[in-house]
């Protein structure tokens, strides 16, 4: 909205609107010492009020003003002696009645003095039934609108004011006026808005702590106190609480350009906090007495309480109604393989939970959008911006935009933000989106020209009230209490989730870790103790066969076949044995010559090559960082397997080559072989898992398992990609020096 230069705003915070030194003439004060009721302070106008002499020497009490020993003197100088902070009586003072009000200050007791109007007796006859009236209907006013229509006609009635408005504050302090009932001789403010800058903070916090305000006309002239300075300190009396308190003549005149002559004002508070207005004017100057303004000032209170309990019961029942999503969310999160996945598969309840338009949860950098939400990029800037401010529980904004400038370029789906960080380490959060909604504010008149000085210097108020339209863009409709409740116990119930989850996983880890160190154990005794047996089988098997000279063929046969059958056991056992020995070594770290392993594998596999024409494309193969021993052996594996597998090619094309990334090595392995189907590719790294048969192409099934633990030691990926009749590439990469790998067991 429109601002008000600053230098204008100072102005007005400084006012002394708390100490203005006089009073409205319509009524007197004297200030009292407590323990001698000395009057040691008293308006000017103190004799005329009372018609009686008043000296401003210090050198009456205030049996000498009004009277001793009568009705006034005793009740004051029982208050003087008591705790009460206040009271309001009516007193005769030679024959005229008087409404006398009092205040308890550090500053001395602070009298009012106001004459009994006579013309009031009648209204004030009627108080009990009016409001009587008003609380057996109010009950029938079930929303806000409603109880503020019925409280402005029963204000009207009460004080005969021309026009009686209901005003409520925004979270900005400007103020909108939401119910009117008028007479017609002053123009309608149904619906306009009000700046902020009408009603100075200081002004605010005078509402806020003394609830009603008249002022009879907006020409009097001020009555001051004599002295100036309150002899009890020196310094300028404290009129906070004092009803006949003179007001700002800016106020006066901005009531004049309004077209006011006469205001009453009645603070709307809950829960200690200023809601609203209810705000009275007249055309003409108007007095209203203790008794009728007691009468309004109790309505306020009503009336807050009121509008508190129904604004109470509705945040009851959204935060019933939000709860009920959350659970219902929360319960399918935690059949979830994950909340992340989780919150995008459940898109409806994830929005609902703030009745918001888009959401995104960002964790490790990975953004998960769901509804209408700004482009990645833009998420990612806004939670690093996020992570800047070290926000703790919870972040909302209806104008991104006036927090974090580049929000202007994500207004159409984001100038409402809720944002709730769910890592203390890492910069991760949920969101929630509002777009902006264009509105036309309707001001009572230009805010701009809320305030001006003139040549010597002097504040004045803006002179046109006339209605004004204003576009309002980069704001959405403000998050309601309960939404942003919803909010936050919901970051606490992923929160919850997640750490759960940690614990479940931690468990898990440990049980796993139990478990393989028992399959290790296990597998080490089988394959050790199985050794033997296997040998001596394939062993007694070939001395029978030597010492059986004249056996028939079949038999002969048959014991060929055990032979075989118990050296393939013994491979078997082999393997596994070295499987199991792999998670139990620790890994001895080196540079590795790749190209020199590659020359060792070539020479080693150049019997199992026999005679057939390879033809082999050796690229560059760049040092690692590792294990040498280990990795040569997974190296051998991949090629072993590659001229296993294209043995039947012709002729058979084996391909090694590797690349140097910023962070690790990549090396892979290519051949023309029979390839397989990648919808199986799951089971080729699994212990005893092949895609082709034991007759086709002879093998334990253990050696890619055993090549892809080896990789996993070394905090390295394995990844094969393969055809039927294509040939396979089987490529691993190891983690450069600086990112080390796992040195320990495994």
């Not at 590659?642 to 962070?663: C, E, F, H, M, N």
Request: charged content about 25%; proline content about 5%; hydrophobic content about 40%.
């Amino acid at each position: 909205m429109p601002s008000v230069p600053h230098d204008l705003l100072d102005q007005c915070a400084r006012e002394p609107i708390r100490i203005p030194g006089g009073i409205q003439p319509h009524g007197a004060v004297a200030v009292l010492r407590p323990e001698d009721l000395v009057v040691i302070q008293a308006s000017a106008n103190l004799g005329a009020i009372l018609d009686r002499p008043v000296a401003f020497d210090g050198s009456q009490t205030l049996g000498d003003l009004v009277g001793p020993r009568t009705a006034l003197e005793n009740d004051v100088r029982l208050w003087a002696g008591g705790t009460d902070t206040a009271f309001l009586e009516q007193y005769q003072i030679d024959g005229r009645t008087f409404h006398v009000s009092g205040q308890r200050t550090s500053q001395g007791l602070i009298l009012e003095f106001e004459s009994f109007d006579e013309a009031e007796r009648g209204r004030s006859a009627s108080l009990y039934q009016l409001l009587r009236d008003f609380l057996d209907n109010s009950d029938g006013l079930k929303t806000v609108a409603d109880l503020s229509a019925g409280v402005a006609a029963e204000v009207q009635t009460l004080t005969g004011f021309n026009r009686v408005l209901i005003y409520r504050f925004d979270e900005d302090w400007n103020g909108t006026v939401i119910a009117e009932k008028g007479d017609g001789t002053l123009p309608s403010y149904l619906d306009l808005r009000f700046p902020a800058s009408d009603i100075p903070a200081q002004a605010r916090e005078l509402y806020r702590t003394n609830r009603l305000r008249l002022i009879p006309t907006a020409t009097y002239t001020p009555a001051p106190l004599i002295p100036a300075l309150c002899p009890t300190d020196g310094a300028p009396l404290d009129m906070s609480f004092v009803a006949l308190r003179s007001v700002s003549p800016v106020h006066l005149e901005y009531m004049r350009n309004m077209g006011t002559a006469a205001s009453l004002s009645i603070s709307i508070v809950i829960d200690g906090q200023l809601w609203g207005l209810i705000s009275c004017h007249h055309a003409q100057p108007r007095y209203v007495g203790p008794q009728i303004r007691a009468a309004c000032d109790f309505l306020g209170r009503i009336v807050a309480q009121q509008i508190a309990a129904r604004e109470r019961a509705a945040e009851i029942d959204e935060r019933l109604q939000l709860k009920n999503i959350e659970t219902e969310l929360v319960a399918h999160l935690a059949r979830a393989p994950g909340f992340q996945a989780g919150l995008v598969d459940c898109a409806s309840q994830w929005l609902a939970l703030t009745n918001s338009a888009g959401a995104a949860v960002v964790t490790n950098g990975i953004v998960l959008a769901a509804g209408k939400a700004p482009p990645i990029d833009s998420i990612l800037a806004l939670v690093e911006w996020l992570r800047t401010r070290n926000v703790d529980q919870i972040y909302a904004t209806r104008s991104l935009s006036a927090d974090w400038p580049p929000g202007k370029n994500i207004a159409g789906v984001a100038s409402g933000v809720i944002a709730v960080p769910i890592s203390r380490l890492h910069a991760s959060f949920i969101l929630w989106f509002r777009p902006e909604v264009v509105q036309t504010v309707r001001w009572g008149g230009d805010p701009r020209a809320a305030k001006a000085t003139d040549t010597a210097g002097r504040l004045h108020p803006r002179l046109s009230f006339e209605a004004w339209k204003q576009e309002v863009r980069e704001r959405a409709q403000p998050w309601r209490s309960a939404e942003l409740l919803s909010a936050a116990d919901f970051r606490g119930a992923i929160i919850n989730f997640v750490l759960q989850r940690a614990e479940e996983r931690a468990q898990l880890t440990e049980e796993l870790q139990r478990s393989n160190k028992e399959l290790e154990a296990f597998s080490y005794s089988i394959s050790h103790d199985l050794r033997a047996p296997f040998r001596h089988i394939a062993g007694y098997a070939e001395l029978l066969g030597e010492e059986e000279p004249d056996l028939k063929a079949l038999s002969r046969h048959y014991l060929d076949g055990i032979i075989a059958a118990a050296l393939s056991a013994g491979e078997l056992v082999d393997d596994l044995l070295h499987f199991s020995q792999l998670g139990r070594t620790n890994l001895k770290m080196s540079r590795i010559d790749m190209t020199k392993v590659m020359a060792e594998i070539r020479r080693s596999l150049a019997i199992t090559e026999g005679q057939r024409p390879v033809e082999w494309e050796i690229g560059v193969l760049p040092p690692a960082w590792g294990d040498t021993t280990l990795v040569r052996q997974a190296l051998f594996n991949l090629v072993d397997n590659a001229l296993k597998y294209s043995r039947d090619a012709t002729p058979p094309r084996i391909k090694v080559w590797g690349q140097d990334r910023p962070d690790e090595v990549l090396y892979c392995v290519e051949d023309n072989g029979v390839g397989f189907d990648m919808n199986y590719a799951g089971k080729l790294f699994q212990v005893f898992q092949r895609l082709h048969r034991q007759e086709d192409f002879e093998g334990t099934g253990i050696g890619l398992a055993l090549t892809k633990r080896i990789i996993d030691r070394h905090g390295g990926t394995l990844e094969a990609k393969g055809a039927v009749g294509q040939g396979a590439a089987f490529s691993f990469t190891l983690p450069k020096r600086q990112t080390g790998g796992n040195r320990g067991h495994a």
